[in-house]
């Protein structure tokens, strides 16, 4: 059992910046792909990112690449989502989920590929 939580979520101007921060519990965190999903009001949920269980594989949606950077320390339980140059459509509650399936860049978009999911944060961009 895997417990998530996320924060640093908040009202930043377009083109700013903010890191977000997803703490796990449990021994086993290092185990897990980790992804960060967002869903704006009315959407479905998307992927943003995802790193791999140790850090090493990384893979984001065309819409954030270079903008973006997913990393992890796995000995502090906590992966995180710096985003830059944000815009204002990208308002919008951002998860972050934990997955044990082996890693394929294919399918870490996918929702069904993580189990746990943390209650998410909110991103305000304002124009």
């Known amino acids: 059992q895997v417990q998530l939580v996320e924060s640093g979520g908040g009202l930043v101007q377009a083109g700013g910046s903010l890191r977000l921060s997803c703490a796990a519990s449990?021994?086993?965190?290092?185990?897990?792909?980790m992804g960060w999903f967002r869903q704006a009001p009315g959407k479905e949920r998307e992927f943003v990112a995802a790193?791999?269980?140790?850090?090493?594989?990384?893979y984001y949606a065309d819409s954030v690449k270079g903008r973006f950077t997913v990393s992890r320390d796995n000995a502090k339980n906590t992966v995180y989502l710096q985003m830059n140059s944000l815009k204002p459509e990208e308002t919008a509650v951002y998860y972050c989920?934990?997955?044990?399936?082996?890693?394929?860049?294919?399918?870490?978009?996918?929702?069904?590929?993580?189990?746990?999911w943390g209650q998410g944060t909110q991103v305000t961009v304002s124009s």
């Open positions: 989920a934990a997955g044990r399936k082996p890693w394929a860049t294919v399918t870490v978009t996918m929702t069904v590929r993580y189990d746990y």
């Open positions: 449990g021994r086993t965190f290092s185990s897990y792909n």
């Open positions: 790193i791999s269980w140790s850090g090493g594989s990384t």
